[in-house]
């Protein structure tokens, strides 16, 4: 199922771009990125009108006003939640889905990155039974997995472009961290209440999230790295061309000072 | 709040470790097992270890490394070189020298940049070890370095060399086979792309002729003076290994699961069967029978006609060749309780090997 489903299209769509993209499998990973920004715009946009959404109706006075009302009944507060959803036309969930979506994305590249390398037997067995017919595998493979300074099949640090202090430098890792920071924190709008829980654990996710991504990247292969760049990058773009960025998110904010 | 924060970094923690479990396991199958036997001992090559295993009785004699080392592993058939070495390439990059009798390190080459899957060519004086990294590696029996050369793609196949020219014949999975001078690694000739990959080790006759399967669905046969094609014969599927020549028949078998019989001269199609599932390894001709494995689980024996003679249900997958010594036949299964199968020649077990946890 995962396979036919997910696995085997991606690394034939993968092979495919390679073959037309100067047998680079690096160009080949930056283009298929493209192509999952732009099939995946439509989430994307939905997630950002439900984020806005959700933004506006937290700030309201209904929403303020059932908070406090109901704040020794959680169970009762959840259900008038629930009412003003399915009034204002929101879904809760909207905004994590294209977060999910991205996840079997993203092993699915992982795993197409390392099929499509073929670095060792098995792999190239199981590759010679998923390539569909259109692709020319006789005379593509060995795919050049050369891209930059990196074997894109193997984690960036076993092939690293220089060592500092006898310890291999992880660069892409490095960018990825910055990226997914910097992506986090220009794509998160301003909080309506700073103080409430929603807004403490967007501030967790945009420290953790970095690390997260930092720590894939540096433990498997330099390809997924490459992806994960690209896409912060296309993120950020995306959202920028939409007029969605909050540069001011990048500059130190004042502490205001609670005279109460 | 602290309990929501708690529960996303460990969600967070949690999350990482299962994909970095999904990276390790992909990693960890990646080869199959190999496989060589002197006349009372069999040397397993099986993922972190290696097996000595006593061929009367099944046990095990020693395993090297003596603990697991995650880093390091092993999947290239050994070799057993004629002044008492055990050869055994690396996944870490590492070309090692053991006791047999002991399981001991005699030394370790680390020349190679990346990992080494093909078995090495070993002759009276030298080593000569494939890589990945693109180079061919000779190396002397003190494991030093004496020359490197380099193709246009990593290196599978096990390299060939005949008694009747100084020179070792090396098949890059760049499509091309090249000739290399055996004391300098001086490049003598390459042949044209060939069509495909080539991970299989070339046969070579005696009276001059190359013969190697390749990616490109072909079998084909090459002057071992220049190169020059002399004839192709087209298979259904890749064909994976070189080989076995026995009395001027070509026997080998193709990922589509059929066996072929040539005739080395012309290259012209004696037989063919089809038992199912792909063949991946090279078969053993031994009197006037033919020994091959499927990936399904089986052992076949065929005779020289193309008759199934006998076939046995080892279980797990079979890539790798028999190997038979005196009357036992040996068969490495992979995804399976036991690592090494033992038959007699009327293919019934003679016992399984299943190592100890230790």
Redesign the interface.
Known sequence: MWNTFILAPMVNVLIWIYTFFFHNFGLAIIIFTILIRLITYPLTAQQLKSQHKMQELQGSKKWQEIQKKYKDDKEKLAQEQMKIYKEMGINPLGSCLPLIIQFPIM?GL??SI?LAMA???????NL?RNLYTFIP???L??LNSKFLWM?LGLPEISTPLFDLFGFAVPIMTIIVVITTWLQSKLMTPPPANPGD?SA??SK??NL??P??MG??AY??SSGLALYFIISNVLGVAQYAIMGKVNWSNLLPKRKVANLK | ?KS??YF??IT?LI??IF??A??ST?YS????HGLVASTDTAYLAAGTQIYAIDLNTGSEDWRYPAKVNAKISF?ANPVLSSDGQLIIPG?DNSLYSLNPATGFENWIFTGST??L?GSPLVTQDMIYQPS?DHYIYAVDLEGNQVWKSETG??I?AQPANSPDCACVYVAS??HILYSYEATTGRLLWQTQDL???L?GTPAVSSDGVLYLG????EMIALDATNGTIRWRFTTQD?V?SGPALVDNVLYFGD?SGYFYALNATDGTSLWRIQPQN?I?DTPVVLEDKIYFTNEADTLYIVDTTGNIVDSKLIGGLI?SAPVIVGETILVAPTNFDSLLVALNLDVNQKWAFTPVKK
Do not use: E, H
């Open positions: 092993i992982y795993q390392s670095s060792a037997p098995i792999q190239l067995l010679s595998g006789s005379q493979i060995p074997n829980q403490q654990m967790m996710m953790y999230m690390i997260l720590w894939i433990s498997l | 709040m929501k924060k996303l970094l967070l999350s990482s994909i970095s999904c990276s992909i199958s990646t080869g199959w999947y996944y990346n990992r899957v990945t793609g990593p599978w999975m760049d069509g495909g990959a991970v390749t990616f490109g669905k890749w994976w990922l792909s991946v890539y």
